[in-house]
């Protein structure tokens, strides 16, 4: 959860131009069901390693059903 709050945070900066900011690990948990693109790697408050950032853009219709 601290993770995901610091990523949130991220969504106020105009460089990401994201509503939705998940990490890697949330990205390969989801699978393909979603749109995304890569914002490239940031590092989180609380945390030594760098995270690989994404902006979650929509739902993919291809997966669905």
Same mark, same amino acid.
Request: net charge positive; glycine share 4%; proline share 0%.
């Given at each position: @959860?601290? @993770?995901a709050s610091r990523l949130e945070s991220l969504t /106020? $900066?105009?460089k &990401?131009? *994201?509503k939705i900011i998940i990490s $890697? *690990?949330?990205l390969n948990k989801a699978k393909k /069901? &979603? #749109?995304t693109r890569s914002l490239g790697e940031t590092t989180v408050k609380g945390k030594s390693k760098m995270t690989? #950032? &994404?902006a979650l853009d929509g739902m993919d219709d291809?997966? *669905?059903?």
């Open positions: @959860v601290n @993770v /106020k $900066e105009k &990401y131009d *994201a $890697e *690990a949330t /069901k &979603y #749109i690989r #950032i &994404y291809k997966s *669905a059903g």
